[in-house]
């Protein structure tokens, strides 16, 4: 996977987050001193996985040649500073001419993309200060 930078200079919040090929903007709304010019950090990571799952359903439905029109996943995603405990609730919609056995699996298969997995498990940081 590419490393991913972000770069905030002085356009308050305004954040590049980076790869050798693409450019994202992350940003803060208006009313807390950003220029609303792209989605918060945890937007960004509740559409992490979003994208994820609904990529790892597509793949799934074409490998199973199964009729998958299209998938939908909205997720919300909620941190409690009290608790130190984060919520992700996703609400999915699978279009397609799909029987309940297939819609039951690809339910299953939505908890099993990578990202989701990521976030499941403990996670260890490293921070290294470059001079």
Known sequence: MATISARIERTPYETHLSTDSQV???DEPLDVGGQ???MRPGELLAGSLAACTVITLR???DRKGWPLESAVAHVNYASD???KRSLFSMKLILNGD???DQRARLREMADRCPIHRTLENP?????ILVE
């Not at 996670?123 to 921070?127: G, H, L, N, V």
């Open 24 to 26: 994202v903007v992350s």
């Open 36 to 38: 609303d010019r792209g």
């Open 81 to 83: 500073p009290e608790t």
């Open 59 to 61: 793949m799934y439905a």
């Open 98 to 100: 799909l029987d309940q």
């Open 123 to 127: 996670i260890d940081f490293e921070t």
